[in-house]
């Protein structure tokens, strides 16, 4: 295949961290310490993305807030998936006029997917003055120089070319905890799902070379993260643009080699690419979670067919069996989208049946949202928003029935897992994950934050199991 990506030349990246210092002695300017808020729509990609921005803030010398009153630059990192969070971010954006007008000088910057898109760019320069900066994906890595040009020319800037995509490497970053890491892997999508606005808005596949997905994955190691999450839009496509003859699975296992005790952990997988290879490696591999995030998205060949995603209801299912048959412990969850255009009752009734067949650990349901540009936003769709919410509502009590299912299966068994942060309540003061994934409350030592502790589950519902530290011996 051929080898298409722009990748930013590593002197363009320290020419963005030099204008970081060049901007860190105007913003300090009298010894003041400025401020930043980030607010971040959207999947683990953003969140990662947005730890860039503020990794490049942090070199500017900004501190951070969750007030928007006190903040005197405002990044908003935006989702286009659905129209519901494109919403959201309009709404927030336009109550920003109050700290702006509280705060004049304070700068406003909105980027992401949703901007990325020409007629939301279009709706932020007419409706939205008080927006001062737009970029999109492809322009992250050049955040700094964007800045200080609204910051210098005093007018606004919008940076959203069309472009199938950049990686871009030494972008400092501020990672949001001590114990989980995200770890991007690659960028874009190549699928094209028909309901989907992604590789429009993030371009094209793109795959970091294995040594820098590597060695970042050894220095988190090596800083005390015990959980590492690779990212990517269809990790299983990994290396596939490369032509270097390494997969996904041969990056598991050069990530399992590192030493150290820690978890690996992935999102998100395409059926389609997902390999009997993937699963052995997983199962072989002890620092890789038995847990796999593989969205089915409808239970009927017909819909799967309308929606470009590569498998049949049958095929899938066949993938779960030799997943599980690798690892009879695999924890599995789903994206399911009710609704696609056109989707009937019987159709939606396959898509119960393929649930109830698989038992998902946990699933997450979607009404179908009409995006702009998309070939299914042009397909018939007869059925009116109250049938889709009454198909959704009954997938959601099923979905809750089997997860509550799930969990009570627990009670009694004893778990390693993680520790991975405080409640902020009395009781069950700590949360901890399972290796799959599960959500488990504690009442413990917070000192066990970071640390791997065998729990005797002793409760669990839909959504949690509750544990106490297990006795040695
Ligand atoms: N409408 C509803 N859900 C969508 N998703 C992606 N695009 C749409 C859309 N247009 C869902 C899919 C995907 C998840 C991240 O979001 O289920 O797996
Ligand atoms: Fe969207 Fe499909 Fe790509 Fe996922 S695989 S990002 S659903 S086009």
């Not at 607010?39 to 969750?66: H, P, V, W």
């Not at 932020?124 to 003055?129: A, D, L, M």
């Not at 042009?378 to 009454?390: F, G, L």
């Amino acid at each position: 295949m051929k080898y298409e990506r722009t990748s930013i030349a590593p002197e363009e990246i320290s020419r963005q961290i030099a204008i970081c210092h060049t901007l860190f002695d105007r913003v300090t300017a009298g010894g003041r310490r400025p401020l930043a808020m980030v607010d971040t729509y959207g999947c683990q990609q953003n969140e990662a993305d947005s730890e860039k921005i503020r990794g490049y803030l942090a070199e500017m010398g900004y501190g951070f807030t969750g007030d928007e009153f006190q903040a005197d630059v405002i990044v908003v990192n935006t989702c286009a998936v659905r129209e519901h969070a494109e919403m959201r971010v309009l709404g927030n954006v336009g109550a920003l006029n109050h700290s702006k007008k509280a705060r004049p000088g304070q700068i406003i910057a909105v980027c992401g997917c949703m901007v990325q898109q020409e007629h939301m760019t279009e709706k932020i320069r007419r409706s939205y003055p008080i927006v001062d900066l737009v970029f999109g994906p492809h322009e992250l890595w050049r955040f700094p120089e964007l800045l200080q040009q609204v910051m210098e020319r005093h007018k606004r800037v919008f940076a959203t070319e069309k472009s199938s995509g950049v990686v871009a490497e030494g972008i400092p970053e501020n990672r949001d905890g001590r114990v989980k890491a995200w770890l991007s892997i690659m960028y874009g999508c190549n699928n094209f799902c028909t309901y989907c606005v992604v590789p429009y808005v993030r371009g094209r596949e793109r795959s970091r070379l294995p040594e820098q997905v590597v060695q970042e994955a050894r220095e988190l190691v090596e800083a005390g993260y015990k959980d590492i999450t690779l990212l990517g839009q269809n990790v299983n496509s990994y290396g596939k643009d490369l032509g270097l003859d390494v997969d996904f699975a041969d990056l598991i296992r050069e990530i399992n080699a590192i030493p150290g005790d820690f978890l690996i952990r992935f999102m998100t997988s395409h059926p389609k690419d997902a390999t009997e290879k993937l699963f052995r490696t997983m199962a072989e591999c002890e620092k890789c979670a038995h847990h796999i995030h593989l969205p089915v998205q409808s239970g009927s060949s017909r819909i799967l067919k309308a929606m470009n995603r590569g498998y049949t209801r049958e095929q899938y299912l066949e993938k779960v069996a030799i997943a599980r048959r690798y690892m009879p412990d695999l924890v599995l969850t789903t994206d399911i989208i009710v609704g696609f255009p056109g989707e009937t009752e019987e159709e939606f009734a396959e898509t119960l049946s393929l649930c109830e067949a698989v038992r998902y650990d946990a699933m997450f349901t979607f009404i179908y949202s009409k995006r702009v540009g998309t070939p299914a936003a042009s397909m018939p769709d007869p059925y009116t928003r109250e049938d889709k919410q009454k198909h959704f509502d009954a997938l959601m009590d099923l979905s809750n029935r089997i997860s509550a299912e799930k969990h009570a299966a627990y009670i009694g068994t004893r778990q390693r897992v993680l520790v991975d942060g405080e409640t902020g309540r009395e009781e069950y003061n700590l949360s901890a994950r399972t290796n799959g994934g599960r959500l488990v409350h504690l009442q413990a030592d917070p000192a066990l934050v970071g640390s791997f502790v065998d729990v005797e589950i002793v409760s669990g519902n839909t959504w949690a199991l509750y544990g106490k530290v297990a006795q040695h011996g």
